[in-house]
């Protein structure tokens, strides 16, 4: 699924991912519940902490990620929020 924005865009308000390595498949599992920008304005997360937030949209929100991308999900996001 592709996005193209017409529109300038304001800190936290981003609807899909930036472009980098893993983004496609994070655009295609995080988005239908919530905006990028939602995800984006998380505070820093280590690789750990993000893998925990995955599972809890998958456990708890019922997010249809397969498990197979998860490890994908977690590097794109770790790597877009490094830790300091
Ligand atoms: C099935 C719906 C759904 C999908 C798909 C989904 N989420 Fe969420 N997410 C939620 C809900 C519901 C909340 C809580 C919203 C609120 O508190 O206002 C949330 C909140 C969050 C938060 C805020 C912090 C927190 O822990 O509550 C983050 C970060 C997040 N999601 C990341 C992701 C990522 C990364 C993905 C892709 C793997 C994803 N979400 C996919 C439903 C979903």
């Known amino acids: 699924m592709r996005f193209t924005s017409q529109q300038a865009e304001l800190p936290g308000s981003e609807r899909v991912f930036p472009a980098g390595p893993g983004a496609e498949v994070v655009n ?11 995800v984006l304005t998380q505070p820093k997360l280590s690789k750990a902490q993000w893998t925990e937030t995955v599972n809890k949209m998958v456990h708890t929100y019922k997010a249809p990620v397969d498990p197979a991308d998860v490890q994908a999900i977690v590097d794109y996001l770790s790597a877009m929020n490094p830790q300091p």
């Not at 295609?28 to 990028?36: E, F, G, K, R, T």
Request: aromatic share 0%.
């Open 28 to 38: 295609d599992n995080c988005l239908a519940c919530h905006s990028a920008g939602m």
